[in-house]
């Protein structure tokens, strides 16, 4: 998977997500937990993060797809032309967990502040 691309305060972010294995072939994620974290500092623990999904519910486990949302209102206090470092984690249910990437990403500047 490829980092995200920078985005724009105030959007509404969708992440789909297909979990393969090192051949390309989907996995199954019944019963996993995929995270995603997105905060100021690397270091700061995860009761401390700007952002942070969980999702058990995938749109297709058994194909491995799944789907991580961020609303408007919670991408709504990003500080505009700042980095946030963020990740997606998924953990299956026999306790295996992968960090799926790790990067940073740049919150723009939106022009239209009306909602």
């Given at each position: 998977?490829?980092g995200i691309p920078d985005f724009y305060r105030?959007?509404?972010?969708?992440?789909?997500?297909?979990?393969?294995?090192?051949?390309?072939?989907?996995?199954?994620?019944?019963?996993?937990?995929?995270?995603?974290?997105?905060?100021?500092?690397?270091?700061?623990?995860?009761?401390?993060?700007?952002?942070?999904?969980?999702?058990?519910?995938?749109?297709?486990?058994?194909?491995?797809?799944?789907?991580?949302?961020?609303?408007?209102?919670?991408?709504?206090?990003?500080?505009?032309?700042?980095?946030y470092f963020y990740d997606f984690q998924i953990?299956?249910?026999?306790?295996?967990?992968?960090?799926?990437?790790?990067?940073?990403?740049?919150?723009?500047?939106?022009?239209?502040?009306?909602?």
């Amino acid at each position: 998977m490829a980092g995200i691309p920078d985005f724009y305060r105030g959007d509404t972010q969708i992440y789909e997500l297909t979990i393969t294995d090192e051949n390309g072939n989907p996995v199954d994620i019944t019963g996993a937990t995929v995270w995603f974290t997105l905060k100021t500092d690397k270091s700061l623990p995860d009761n401390e993060a700007v952002i942070q999904k969980v999702v058990t519910d995938h749109v297709d486990p058994a194909n491995g797809k799944t789907k991580v949302v961020l609303t408007a209102d919670e991408t709504a206090n990003l500080v505009p032309n700042t980095y946030y470092f963020y990740d997606f984690q998924i953990k299956f249910q026999n306790g295996d967990v992968f960090t799926l990437i790790a990067d940073k990403v740049k919150i723009l500047e939106d022009v239209t502040k009306s909602s």
